[in-house]
Every structure is written in structure tokens, then in C-alpha cells.
């Protein structure tokens, strides 16, 4: 359990939550333009996408179909039937106060990918979910106050949840990487992060080598690059190893990550 120096050895649990816009002409519940990079802010809303009383949603049936290629793509049962539920929620770039999402049926579950590392070894990494739900606005923070834009309001996302099967800053990075060539290669998403089309949440824990229960994780929000990716995913596994090696305790907790000074901070915890 223990190494030369007197540290105990840790086994590193990764999982990812991987958000992918669907590249679809329209919204997922509206006809609003869903091609709003660059554009003037809050020139592509509607009645629907801004949550007005008395507003009837209606389906994006290519955005369905494209979630259902993304699901086969990563080995995925599609499910018979899926719903769709409300995630009540209060913040300022949510006009509606609830995100459409899918809780408890989801379009598709139970896949996997494989990966090649580069020792050449391949290894599946196993997908427990995919579902559909839609995005949120865009708060921008400046000196004077918070400007708002809800182009992206209603926008489709694919949510892909993993297995928590990685145990490697290499293997989460390769996993991320192997998802957005796949969504790119079936044309359901471009993926391209430089325009916020495809972003992370990290979910990391650490636990004694040989001990089967997993350890406490903190979640870290919202990567929006590889290389924030693995600097968050280095940083945590330093972080909580530095507090077990101390005989602390990781808080659960849901961590941001600043990508100036490269370090991960406590947002709320439970
Ligand atoms: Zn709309």
C-alpha cells in the first residue's frame, strides 16, 4: 500500500459528462436559426426558446435522428421510448426557470468505445447514457454589470455520460478526443471547442490501490479545451492526493477551473 518514500499509492477514477451541440439548422424545440456563432446577441430567439407562457414546443425531429446515429456510433441500445423532463433551476441565463432534459429515460444507454493508448494497448471505456436536452443563454460578466444573450437558448445538446472506466489523465484525454471524432465523423455535431460546441465535466476520485469501493469525488465543471482538460484532471489528482496523504478528507463538491492560473476552486459543495 505504501511506496519507498511512505505516500500511499492511489488508484485515479475518472468519468466524463461530455455536452455536444447537435449541428441541426434549427433549435430543438423552435424554428430559431441554431447557427449563432458570431451573431448579434439576442437576434435569434423566439417565443418558445425564451420560455413565454402559453408557448407550445415542438420536437426537432433531425436533432432525435441525430442523437440516435450518435448513440449506435457509441455502441448504445436506442430505447423504444424516451421522455423528456423539466430541471427546474433559477439563473439568469435560463429564461424558462427549467432546462428541458431526459431524466429518467433517456434516448439511448449502455454503450462503450475503445481507445488506443499510446503504449498500444486498447482498452474500452464503457457509456452509460446519451440523452437530449437543450442549452442554455450566455451571460457575459463586464465592469458595469452582466449582459445576457440567448441565442444559444434552446440550442440541442447530446449529453454523453461515461463509466467511470478511466484511470489515467491519458486515458480521459484520448476517451474525449475518440468522442468528438466520432460525433464529427457522423456528421451529428462539430464539435469544434473553439466555439463552445463540445465542453467537459470531470468527475475524479482517488482511492487505495486494491480497494474496491470508490473514494469521494469532486466534480469540475465546464472545460471548454483538451488542454484544460488534462491540466484539471493533473491538478486534482495532485490535489487530492496531497489531502489523503495528510489524512484529510475530499470534499464532494462541484470545482471550477481557472485557466490563467491553472488551478481548480470549490464552487458549492453538498
Ligand atoms: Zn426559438
Known amino acids: 500500500m505504501f511506496d519507498i518514500v511512505g505516500h500511499m499509492k492511489y488508484e485515479v477514477v475518472i468519468g466524463l459528462e461530455i455536452h455536444a451541440r447537435i449541428n441541426t439548422l434549427t433549435k430543438l424545440f423552435c424554428r430559431c436559426d441554431n447557427n449563432t456563432f458570431n451573431q448579434d446577441p439576442n437576434t435569434h430567439v423566439c417565443g418558445i426558446c425564451m420560455g413565454f407562457p402559453g408557448m407550445l414546443p415542438v420536437l426537432n425531429r433531425e436533432a432525435v435522428q441525430k442523437g440516435i446515429k450518435a448513440g449506435l456510433a457509441l ?6 421510448f424516451s421522455k423528456f423532463d423539466r430541471k427546474n433551476y433559477f439563473y439568469p441565463d435560463l429564461p424558462k426557470g427549467y432546462q428541458i432534459s431526459q431524466y429518467d429515460q433517456p434516448i439511448s444507454e449502455n454503450g462503450k468505445i475503445t481507445i488506443t493508448k499510446t503504449d498500444g494497448t486498447v482498452k474500452a471505456i464503457g457509456i452509460t447514457r446519451l440523452h437530449l436536452e437543450d442549452d442554455a443563454g450566455k451571460l457575459t460578466h463586464t465592469g458595469d454589470g452582466t449582459l445576457v444573450d440567448f441565442n444559444r437558448s434552446g440550442s440541442p445538446l447530446m449529453e454523453i455520460v461515461s463509466e467511470p472506466d478511466m484511470r489515467t489523465v491519458e486515458e480521459a484525454s484520448l476517451y474525449a478526443r475518440q468522442i468528438q471524432k466520432i460525433v464529427r465523423y457522423i456528421n451529428a455535431s ?69 485557466d490563467v492560473k491553472e488551478v481548480t476552486i470549490s464552487q458549492r459543495s453538498f
Do not use: H
Open 75 to 80: 455502441g448504445c441500445t436506442i430505447k423504444e
Open 190 to 258: 462539430d464539435a469544434d471547442m473553439e466555439k463552445g460546441q463540445m465542453r467537459f465535466d470531470l468527475n475524479i476520485s482517488l482511492r487505495p490501490e486494491g480497494q474496491k469501493e470508490f473514494g469521494i469525488r469532486a466534480e469540475i465543471k465546464n472545460l471548454n479545451s483538451f488542454r484544460s482538460l488534462e491540466k484539471a484532471a493533473e491538478y486534482e489528482i495532485n490535489r487530492q492526493t496531497e489531502l489523503l496523504d495528510r489524512g484529510e478528507k475530499v470534499i464532494q463538491e462541484t470545482r471550477g477551473w481557472d
